[in-house]
């Protein structure tokens, strides 16, 4: 069973059948965050969940095309205002995305900042070989007080974490960070009340197959077992933290 389950990143309209996809998910009733790449993806995006109950688009610039899409910050900062959430959007200093490192951050600041002053974005947020950055960043420009943090798929150390913990930020964990002991060992460091899952799909594969929401169970699942809950008690509480995070600063 998969309903009210929650996948709070994922990227549906890059799967072939996106528009069937969105139905399914609803159908299902997979609480489920598409987020999007460039904000030209996102109006289609926000067009086929506005007509469902459990699908929210993200809007999102994300740190790996910045490099070519810097100019469209303009376009994310015009349609802001018609949506709450916000992604993927982040650092990314691995050696291919590094040379725009500097340049990310100038359009992270931006995001930062915009949604600070608006104060309630939730936003869904990328840091490969970043935390430290990132975080410096969120606690510069964005208190919890002024909108909420969610990192995607952290790979970050046990320090950042508890650092990102202290300034008030939810952890995204998907089953694929729970199969090495390093990252089962940061994700058993993570305070429960701060944990949501997501797929990541269809960058993560199960049965040599791209996951969709319909198998985030996989992660309530791994963290079930991670915190030797039972998968009802887990999902419960994932679903717990997401109410608590989407009724702060409302």
Known sequence: MVSGLVDFHCHLDLYPDFPALVRRCDEAGVFTLTVTTTPKAWSRNHALAGETRHVRAALGLHPQ??????????????????????????????????????????????????????????????SVRSAKTVLDMIERHMPPSRGSAVLHWFTGSVAEARRAVDLGCYFSVNAAMLEGEKQRALVATLPIERLLTETDGPFTKIDRRPTSPLDVGAAVWGLAGLRAVSEATMAQQVRSNLKTLLERNT
């Open 65 to 126: 095309l910045v490099a070519d899409r810097a100019h469209e910050v303009g376009l994310w900062e015009e349609l802001l205002p018609q949506t709450r959430y916000v992604g993927e959007v982040g650092l990314d200093a691995g050696p291919r995305y590094y040379p725009s490192f500097d340049t990310q951050k100038q359009v992270f600041e931006h995001v930062l900042k915009r949604c600070a002053a608006s104060g309630d974005k939730v936003l869904t947020i990328h």
